[in-house]
Every structure is written in C-alpha cells, then in structure tokens.
Nanobody, 121 residues
Framework: QVQLVESGGGLVQAGGSLRLSCAAS????????VGWFRQAPGKEREFVAA????????FYADSVKGRFTVSRHNAKNTVYLQMNSLKPEDTAVYYC??????????????WGQGTQVTVSS
C-alpha cells in the first residue's frame, strides 16, 4: 500500500508559478512510478506529467510542455510538479498517483486526495 498526500496548491495570477508536492508513504513508496493529473470543473480528468521510479525519464502532456517540470527526491519520498507561466486554463484540482506502470497512458494503483490550483486572469 502507498499513501499519497498532495500540497502546494493555491491561488496565483496568470504568469505566476506554483510548486506542488506529493508525499508518499508506505512500504513501497520509493519504488513506484508517479503521475500528475488534473480535473477542471465539468471536464474529465487529464494526464499532466509523469516520472519513473528512478527519476530518469519524464513525460508531459503537450499543454504543459516547456512550462511544467516533474522531479522527485527519493530520499524524501516526494515528487514535485513545478508549474511556471501559469494560465487560467490550468485551473483544476491536481492529483498525484502512483503505481507500477509509467508513461502517458499508464494506469495507477494509488491516488492522493488532490489539491486545488486556481489561476486568475
């Protein structure tokens, strides 16, 4: 079992930055691939970014490439999502997820509770 807790969300103006954190705990917390997803009101959940267990490979949705960066600190069992040049359309609840699969189409076994990101214009 892996437990995930997101933090770092908030309200920011367009063009600003936020860094989300995903803290993992549990027996295999340091041995899982992690993904970030978001869900805006009235929309389906969408993939944002992912990182392999070693941190050596990352994946991004086209909509965030060049603006978001996913990284991890395995000693702290924490994965980060640095979000720069934020746009109002980035407003959503952001979730981290963990599992054995990786890549843009991976299915994850464990999910956090989400953190709200609101970007004002």
């Amino acid at each position: 079992q892996v437990q995930l807790v997101e933090s770092g969300g908030g309200l920011v103006q367009a063009g600003g930055s936020l860094r989300l954190s995903c803290a993992a705990s549990g027996r295999t917390a340091s041995n899982v691939n992690v993904g970030w997803f978001r869900q805006a009101p009235g929309k389906e959940r969408e993939f944002v970014a992912a990182i392999t267990r070693s941190g050596g490979i990352t994946f991004y949705a086209d909509s965030v490439k060049g603006r978001f960066t996913v990284s991890r600190h395995n000693a702290k069992n924490t994965v980060y999502l640095q979000m720069n040049s934020l746009k109002p359309e980035d407003t959503a609840v952001y979730y981290c997820a963990a599992g054995r699969e990786t890549g843009t189409g991976a299915k994850y076994d464990y999910w956090g509770q989400g953190t709200q990101v609101t970007v004002s214009s």
